[in-house]
């Protein structure tokens, strides 16, 4: 991934976060924090201000593409086959009202998870969530998600780079709230002890 990113630049971040917001399955989250590492004073490839706007622009485009694909073809996919449309049919009501209640928190947290960045637009679009809704959540969980993953890959330099693209954000994210609780805690025990 780094000699493609090397090779061809900003164009391929801009593609893999684009694609995989659209719907396909590529490592975009792992493109983005490469290309943040390779931007870091140390390595000197790129600003990290053009990676973010490049991660963050093709995650809105990417899920717009995806959304229109799922509002304009998801619901004729799923109608085609009978034992899909009968499933559909069940589970398409509950879906509008959930999108309905929870569609921009929904959009905006699912950015940051893998499985949610893939499919949520789909969803959204299958589920005629309104467009001028689903843009504006959508550009704000895409404009966070490029922000905060290319600053804390930046910032953090490549062993936390290679653990968020290994493990995942919140699992990262985990870790350190961890160490940070157990700091504390040791903390407030060794006052504990003093006082004793």
């Given at each position: ?5 090397l ?32 931007a ?7 600003k ?27 619901r ?22 959930f ?17 949610l ?41 490549k ?38």
């Amino acid at each position: 991934m780094t000699h493609l990113l090397l090779t061809y630049g900003l164009w391929l971040l801009f593609l893999a976060v684009a694609i995989e917001s659209a719907g396909v399955p590529i490592p975009g989250e792992a493109a983005l924090v490469t290309a943040a590492y390779l931007a870091t004073p140390s390595q000197g490839h790129y600003k990290i201000e053009w990676v973010i706007v490049v991660a963050a622009a093709g995650a809105i485009i990417g899920d717009n593409v995806g959304y229109w694909l799922g509002r304009e073809g998801g619901r004729r996919i799923l109608e085609r086959w009978s034992l899909i449309k009968h499933h559909a049919d069940r589970v398409l009501p509950p879906a509008e009202r959930f999108f309905e209640k929870h569609g921009g928190k929904t959009l905006f947290i699912g950015r940051f998870l893998a499985i949610l960045r893939v499919t949520a637009a789909w969803l959204a679009g299958i589920s005629r969530y309104p467009w001028w809704r689903f843009f504006i959540w959508n550009a704000a969980g895409g404009i966070a998600w490029a922000i905060s993953i290319g600053l804390l890959a930046y910032y953090a330099g490549k062993s936390v780079a290679d653990a968020i693209s290994r493990y995942g954000l919140y699992a990262v994210l985990a870790l350190i709230a961890i160490a940070i609780l157990g700091a504390v805690a040791m903390r407030l025990a060794g006052k504990r002890v003093l006082k004793l």
